[in-house]
Each structure stands twice: as structure tokens, then as C-alpha cells.
């Protein structure tokens, strides 16, 4: 969005740091870790609203998981949700590459989530099964 600005460069030099990619990492940076602080603690709150007893621990792990029991799982989302805003903020959405890794992230993202909501509606450690995760 923001490299669009770089067309007005001629007219207005400032605009032209944008074509940096430097510049524009460090905004993204800046960008998806406000989007995460700012929005984080309604996104967990609202997770541990709907989830109830969050992710079930298995009875056979080490110990020092238990003290983890009730925390609310899906908290990829944070990370998602300030990935993909920045990226679509800062990135040079005309570069094929852009989208084909946010697409494959989503992807990614949209398996953990499935596993996740398997684990929370089942109150079972299971999920999806580790073959059909690969296989995806």
C-alpha cells in the first residue's frame, strides 16, 4: 500500500524512502508489533471467553506442563493477524512472491487453527493427525 506512495516521489522527494526495503522492513516491523500489543490482550480475552478450560494438558507429559492447563489455545492469531496487516501495509503487493507467501502462511496458519479448534471442541489432546498435517 505504502509503495504506492513512490509514484508521487517526483513531486514530493520524501515519498521517496519507500522504495527502500529497509525502510519498509522496519515499518512492517513496527506495524505488526503494535497490531499485536494493541489488539493482543482483547484477542486472548476473547479466546479464553470462548474456550472455557483452553487447551486439555495429556496426563503422561512432564509436570512443569500442568501449570500451562487453561491457557487458551489459537493465540496464532496474533501473530496471523499482525503478519498479514503489515505485510499488506508495507509490501509491494505487485510482486507475485508477496502473495504466494502470504498465501502459503494463511495456509499454514488455517491448519494450526483446525488443530487447535479440534483439540478445544473435543477437550482432547488429539488434533489433527500429524500425517494429514504433512499431507496438506
Known sequence: MF???VDFADKISVFNVFRYITFRTGG???TSALIVFIFGPTII?????RQGKGQPIRADGPQTHFKKAGT???GG???LSGIIGSSLLWA?????????VLLVT?????????????????????GFSGKAR???
Not at 480475552?45 to 471467553?49: T, Y
Request: charged letters at 10%.
Open 92 to 100: 509491494n503487493l505487485s510482486s507475485i512472491y508477496v502473495w504466494v
Open 28 to 30: 512492517a516491523l513496527i
Open 72 to 74: 487458551p489455545t489459537m
Open 134 to 136: 504433512l499431507g496438506l
Open 77 to 79: 492469531l496474533m501473530i
Open 3 to 5: 509503495t504506492l506512495l
Open 45 to 49: 480475552n476473547s479466546l479464553r471467553l
Open 106 to 126: 494463511l495456509g499454514f496458519g488455517s491448519i494450526g487453527f483446525y488443530d487447535d479448534y479440534l483439540k478445544v471442541t473435543k477437550q482432547s489432546h488429539l
